[in-house]
């Protein structure tokens, strides 16, 4: 979800306004994409990189995830919206760990479209940690080397249980995945579109959805 900061400067405003208006960016998806009948959305919320950023930009992203969470679990609830948390977010301030957690358990009943958000998530880091409990099952004998399948190392990722990835989008012109799904990606199709993520809409998600039905995913065959 790029462009936020683009789309403040452009209308000489804050960051902040523009972070703000890509969380409203996001009801709106989100919303579409259930209607669609979207099996899972996954959302790159805040990237193990973005701790890089200025203190008050964090603090800022922060107070949105805090005040999303007040406002819509309560619908994404009603909707019958599954919640999934990828990353490590248990490296954010313990009240709003605490939040997500409750966020996630109030809907681990529910049957419906799966929402995933990504927070504190790195592709790397997650094969990396993958890979690790891997290496300890073969040092500990519980398996063979030979058992380390393509498999296997998904059965380790943060992303076990969720369907495959079929549409990687990126918006604002930029086109490379900065280390979002690698793994999972390997067989998605891609589509890098020009629009701010805060003007990305109901619309832009129908034609990219459109544009997914155009393709013709080979997965290597003819």
């Known amino acids: 979800m790029d462009g936020s900061g683009r ?27 259930r209607a669609m009948g979207i099996e899972a959305l996954t959302l790159y919320a805040f990237s193990s990189e973005n701790w890089r950023r200025p203190e008050s930009e964090i603090s800022d992203l922060m107070g949105l995830l805090r005040l999303f969470l007040r406002k819509d679990l309560a619908e994404l609830v009603s909707d019958n919206v599954r919640l999934r948390v ?43 940690e993958a890979t690790k409990r891997l290496a300890m099952k073969v040092a500990g004998g519980e398996i063979a080397v030979d058992a380390i399948t393509p498999d296997a190392i998904e059965a380790e990722l943060q992303t076990n249980g969720l369907p495959p990835l079929d549409l990687v989008i990126r918006t604002s012109g930029e086109q490379r995945l900065s280390n979002f799904l690698l793994w999972q990606a390997a067989y998605a199709e891609l589509l890098f579109v020009d629009t701010l993520w805060p ?21 290597g065959g003819l």
């Open 7 to 33: 789309w403040a400067k452009r209308r000489m405003l804050p960051r902040f306004a523009g972070h703000k208006a890509g969380v409203e960016a996001v009801r709106r998806v989100s919303r579409a994409a």
């Open 86 to 128: 990828i990353g490590d977010y248990r490296r954010f301030a313990p009240d709003l760990v605490a939040m997500i957690d409750d966020a996630v358990e109030r809907a681990s009943g529910n049957s419906g479209p799966i929402l995933a958000i990504a927070l504190n998530y790195g592709a790397q880091a997650e094969l990396v």
């Open 199 to 219: 003007d990305f809409d109901e619309a832009a998600l129908s034609d990219a959805v459109a544009e997914f039905g155009r393709r013709h995913r080979r997965f």
